[in-house]
Every structure is written in structure tokens, then in C-alpha cells.
């Protein structure tokens, strides 16, 4: 596996489920991050890891809980979420300091019915 | 308050001719702007960027041009190619690296054969 790995690709939850979604980087970066990509608006940062410390949280809702357990590894647990949550969910990882940007994984497209 | 705006959502352009994206900004800190391409199902994948000393940067067929004074820069693809048919996000980043970069809304380019 090389890059960045994201599943599961497809999710669909109701309201008051439980579920996770799981990316892994295979780059030996030191920097993770979550984004939210909803139609028409722009990718929202949600959560930055750096050396495995949560570096930022830019208000996200606690229905949404990160976790970093390895620089390799990040999960975004869910639970309670709502209809207006449905979104792509974008995982990246980054080498802090080198100029080459993010790179990305496929994304999760979730459903919150 | 949106930091980095594209205000094309889409944009189409013969094949052969010369596509040109744009992106513009409003916070002067920002010293590092990215180009990225996105393909439906896929992440978005890192074209071309460009630091605030330089006011070009060149790559085949892909040229970023950033107007400082402006706050403006422009993304020229030529001879734009079908394959070139994706959504393209502009971000940027306010530290010289790839910390945290903000992203516009994307502009959706469709190349006609």
C-alpha cells in the first residue's frame, strides 16, 4: 500500500449509530489531517494532528471525536450525527516543512439518514 | 469570511485552447498557494504551487501566476487536454510549508473535445 489510505469509501449511517472512519499513510509523514468537503463550500478543516498531538479543532460539533493513535494512523469516530453531516471526508497527511502540500486520500462519502 | 475565493464554479473550454483558472484571497499573510486537482470518487491530488518571492511558476503545460497587489492568482493550462476535465481547488497556506492550508470552493473545468 503506498500513499494515503482511507475506508471504508462509502458509508451510510442513521442518526443514532456509531461507526468510524479510518485513514493510514504510508508516507512517513508527521502531520494528519481531517477535512469535510460539502457541495459548493470549500474544504473545511475539522482536525490537525502533528506529531500525534491534536494541534487544532476548528469547532467542530463533539459528535465528531478524532483520534491519532500513531503518526501513521487516524480515526474519526461518530456518533449522533445529523442529515446536514452527509459529506465527503477527506483524510491527508503532510511532512511539516516541505513544500510539496497534502496528499490526500479518496475520501469516505458518508450518508446520515 | 472566506479567505480564499474561487468565483467560477465552472468553466468550459475546447480542447486545444488555453484554460485559466482564478483564485483570489484576502488575507495577506498568506505567503504560499497551491493548485490542486480533483477527480469524482478520488481525493484531490497536488498540481503545482507557487511561494510569495516569485510571481511565476512554470510546469508543462501548467503555469501559476500570483499578482500579490491583487491578491490574485491564476492557473493557465495549455493546450488544455480532456483529461484535464476535474474540479481544481485553490488553497493557501500562511507559513512557509504546508501547514493548514485554506481552500476555495473549487471551479469545475470541463474540456470539449
Known amino acids: 500500500e503506498t500513499g494515503v489510505t482511507q475506508t471504508p469509501r462509502h458509508l451510510v449511517m442513521g442518526m443514532t449509530n456509531k461507526k468510524s472512519l479510518k485513514c493510514e499513510q504510508h508516507?512517513?509523514?508527521?502531520?494528519m489531517y481531517w477535512y469535510k468537503q460539502s457541495a459548493k463550500k470549500p474544504l473545511e478543516l475539522m482536525f490537525v494532528?502533528?506529531?500525534?498531538?491534536?494541534?487544532e479543532n476548528n469547532s467542530v460539533p463533539s459528535r465528531f471525536s478524532p483520534e491519532c493513535p500513531n503518526s501513521s494512523h487516524l480515526f474519526l469516530h461518530l456518533h449522533t450525527l445529523q442529515p446536514e453531516d452527509s459529506a465527503l471526508y477527506l483524510c491527508a497527511s503532510s511532512q511539516a516543512g516541505q513544500n510539496y502540500g497534502y496528499t490526500f486520500g479518496s475520501g469516505t462519502r458518508l450518508t446520515v439518514v | 469570511d472566506q479567505q480564499v475565493k474561487q468565483n467560477s464554479p465552472s468553466l468550459s473550454v475546447q480542447e486545444g485552447r488555453i484554460s485559466i483558472l482564478n483564485c483570489d484571497y484576502t488575507n495577506s499573510m498568506f505567503d504560499y498557494f497551491l493548485w490542486y486537482k480533483k477527480y469524482p470518487a478520488e481525493g484531490p491530488t497536488f498540481l503545482i504551487s507557487?511561494?510569495?518571492?516569485?510571481d511565476k511558476n512554470e510546469d508543462g503545460r501548467f503555469t501559476v501566476f500570483l499578482n500579490k497587489s491583487a491578491k490574485h492568482l491564476s492557473l493557465h493550462i495549455v493546450p488544455s487536454q480532456p483529461g484535464d476535465s476535474a474540479v481544481y481547488f485553490c488553497?493557501?497556506?500562511?507559513?512557509?510549508?504546508?501547514?493548514?492550508?485554506?481552500f476555495g470552493t473549487g471551479t469545475r473545468l470541463t474540456i470539449i473535445p
Open positions: 488553497a493557501a497556506s500562511a507559513l512557509f510549508g504546508n501547514e493548514k492550508l485554506t
Open positions: 494532528y502533528s506529531l500525534e498531538e491534536r494541534v
Open positions: 508516507l512517513g509523514h508527521n502531520a
Open positions: 507557487i511561494s510569495s518571492i516569485k
